[in-house]
């Protein structure tokens, strides 16, 4: 299984689809919640080349961007191969 990273913060109705979406699939990740951690929001800019909006979802270190490049990822069929893993 891969490796899956959210950066969340509270009350985001995108970061709980995500996570819905995630859970639907039975995979299990790490989530950072961000909403009171000036420093995991920096560390998740960086990391998201400078994209500050929530979440930031990351699959084995690739960043695929929030909510709605998941959710595209998954229309097109390609999710689910992500979440296999190498």
């Known amino acids: 299984m891969a490796d899956v990273i ?8 995108y970061c709980t689809a995500a996570k819905r979406l995630l859970d639907s699939k039975g995979v299990s ?11 995991l929001r920096q560390e998740m800019t960086a990391k998201a080349h400078g994209r500050t909006t929530f979440p930031q979802i990351f699959i084995d ?10 959710h595209a ?9 992500m979440l296999k893993g190498a």
């Open 61 to 70: 270190g690739l960043h695929i961007g929030g909510c709605d490049e998941l």
């Open 29 to 39: 990740y790490t989530e950072h919640d961000a909403t009171f951690s000036p420093e």
């Open 6 to 13: 959210l950066y969340t913060r509270q009350a985001c109705g």
């Open 73 to 81: 990822l998954d229309r097109a069929g390609k999710l689910d191969t």
